[in-house]
């Protein structure tokens, strides 16, 4: 999560001799977020399916 903000003075840098770095972190900061979104949501959300759809299994050997 820190990752991003790090990135941002770079991101708002105008000199012209930053120009291509500006351009990567851009592309870096932003695919961190998506992985972070990704990694928060999607993998939570995948393991609550998967849970509850082995629920059953789990109360019949434990018996």
Do not use: D, H, W
């Amino acid at each position: 999560m820190t990752t991003f903000p790090g990135f941002t003075p770079l991101i708002l840098e105008r000199a012209i001799q930053a120009q291509f770095p500006v351009l990567f972190a851009a592309s870096l900061g932003v695919g961190v977020m998506i992985k972070t979104a990704i990694l928060m949501l999607l993998i939570r959300a995948l393991m609550a399916i998967y849970l509850s759809a082995n629920s059953g299994r789990g109360a019949a050997t434990a018996r």
